[in-house]
């Protein structure tokens, strides 16, 4: 990497290869601020935590990333009805190819362009995104490892962009711009460099003293943990006061049904257990107001303006914001699914166990107590962490698996939830999209063992997933990857003239035999009031 300040190659690159400048920021931007001003496909890697959150937690939301996809190096996989679209920009053809369509599998796809991918070092001390490929890999990429043979319905079963532009913001305030340059593709990098220069230009300002210089010391603290800053909830328009409603795709009685049909299976030992999900259907937003002399908005800023709405009372580690062609997915994840460090170190950290707060501190003290002692609770969450070190075990070295802490419960906004973290090594050369394909889906959204558990959901549940319960995330060109399990998400898919198709958001648990049905119906109308309730709506089942 070098900086605006005097091109340098680090000592392992030579001049001349692909490299990441980078441009320090005097003021901290509000990254849902410049996603507003950006017209272009873009992701929003959103990190926040409420006060009083774990230290644990803490480390998991250091780093805030706002990555555009028009960039010059440009590149896309998009994986739809089991037919790669790969489309390519001039400038990233020598490493990618031209574009193409190719009928093979996902990851296989995956595999290739990260393998030709250039690797780049870390553009800040502590960041492991150094650009890459950023987006999301949806629930039916399960067909790929044994799963349920199913599409998404009305769009891609993954869309990942690599992008070459990106902003980065650290939890304690830090911020910097960063962009690929290649001296061999001069335009596209006077391109970068240009665009680098006006982030820095649009969020200076003159009325607010330079940050001081100097890196991210690193580590965050056991306080409030914002990376990019979520504004008050009056920073942001509000909710109209109206309550409409989100309906189920299937009623309460027949959602209870279905899990005393998992309760079934399990008695007869083709499971030990089930994730049943459903989802709701959510009303469109309206269009937010503008002032009298406030310029004409895009048909889909309302849509950012209610995830900005949504996160102002809800942080979470793992937030998200895809503006992806057709699509806007809004994330209010708290979960992990694998994040592989660039040394090959690998981490899982899996959420069984939901609790909602209480707004009397005794009551949410006492809620708290009673899902740590919970046994079912504790029983879900062991089974999910016996198979995601089966998982891990599948691509890890032998003997480097491990259990690093077992069911501790971590209190965000509107939940208190069990987590638990495995870990272990990979062996060195390993391949990421390999790596992720083994563990995937997310065992804490498919239940044990994995391929039975699946097909009976599947059957139970009679639709596709989509977005949720995959992965949003990235891969980054320094070989880390980072991706969280697509819960608490509102996806929303948009015709070409701009109307919605369908606004879906999912929501399950974890069955086991010691489950009672109207326990997880109502465990399934706690996880959706995070989101329901910023966009003024609820669950009506």
């Not at 890697?45 to 990555?67: C, E, I, M, N, Y």
């Not at 509102?490 to 069955?511: E, K, W």
């Amino acid at each position: 990497m070098d900086d605006l300040g005097g091109l340098s190659a680090t000592p392992d690159r030579p001049v001349g290869s692909p490299r990441i400048v980078v441009q320090r920021l005097a003021d901290v931007p509000d990254l849902g601020e410049l996603a507003a001003g950006s017209a272009g496909d873009l992701v929003w890697l959103d990190s926040a935590l409420p006060a009083g959150a774990p230290p644990a937690a803490s480390r998991r939301a250091a780093w805030s990333v706002l990555a555009v996809s028009d960039g010059p190096f440009a590149a896309r996989l998009r994986h739809q009805d089991r037919i790669a679209h790969v489309t390519v920009s001039g400038s990233a053809v020598r490493w990618f190819g031209p574009s193409r369509t190719e009928d093979r599998p996902a990851f296989a796809v995956l595999d290739d362009l990260l393998h030709a991918t250039p690797t780049l070092d870390e553009p800040v001390p502590g960041c492991a995104f150094a650009l890459g490929w950023v987006g999301f890999l949806g629930y039916e990429l399960g067909r790929e490892v044994d799963g349920p043979d199913r599409t998404a319905d009305g769009h891609a079963d993954a869309d990942l962009r690599f992008v070459d532009r990106a902003v980065l913001v650290h939890a304690d305030g830090p911020a910097w711009a960063v962009a690929m340059v290649d001296d061999d593709s001069p335009t596209a990098s006077r391109a970068n460099r240009a665009w680098l220069a006006e982030v820095r230009a649009s969020t200076t300002r003159d009325d607010v003293p330079a940050a001081s210089p100097g890196l991210p010391a690193g580590g965050a603290t056991d306080d409030v943990v914002v990376a990019g800053r979520v504004p008050a909830a009056s920073a942001v328009p509000v909710a109209d006061g109206r309550v409409r409603e989100a309906r189920g795709r299937v009623r309460r009685a027949a959602y209870e049904l279905a899990v005393d049909a998992c309760r079934h299976e399990i008695r007869e030992g083709n499971a030990f257990q089930v994730c049943l999900t459903t989802a709701f259907a959510v009303p469109d937003p309206d269009p937010e107001p503008a002032g009298p002399s406030a310029p004409p908005s895009r048909d889909d800023d309302r849509y950012l303006a209610e995830y900005r709405r949504v996160r102002a009372g809800d942080p979470v580690p793992f937030g998200a914001y895809l503006r992806w062609g057709d699509l806007r997915i809004a994330s209010r994840s708290p979960e992990r699914f694998l994040r592989i460090d660039a040394d090959g170190g690998v981490l899982a950290e899996p959420i069984k166990g939901t609790r909602p707060r209480h707004p009397d501190p005794a009551t949410d003290a006492a809620t708290r107590a009673e899902l740590a002692g919970s046994a079912k609770d504790r029983a879900e969450n062991v089974m999910i962490v016996d198979l995601l070190r089966n998982d891990l075990l599948r691509t890890a070295r032998p003997g480097t698996v491990h259990v690093e802490r077992l069911c501790e419960v971590e209190s965000y906004a509107s939940v208190h939830q069990l987590v638990s973290t495995v870990a272990g090594v990979l062996p060195a050369g390993s391949r990421r999209a390999l790596v992720v394909r083994a563990a995937f889906p997310p065992g804490s959204m498919t239940g044990a063992p994995k391929r039975s558990a699946t097909a009976i959901a599947d059957r139970l549940e009679g639709a596709p997933r989509g977005v949720y319960s995959g992965v949003i995330g990235y891969f980054s060109a320094s070989g880390a990857v980072d991706l969280s399990v697509a819960i608490r998400t509102l996806v929303t898919v948009l015709r070409p003239d701009g109307s919605v198709r369908s606004r879906l958001l999912g929501a399950g648990g974890a069955v086991t035999w010691s489950s009672t049905a109207a326990d997880e119906a109502d465990e399934v109308e706690t996880k959706t009031r995070s989101v329901l309730g910023g966009v003024g709506a609820a669950a009506h089942w």
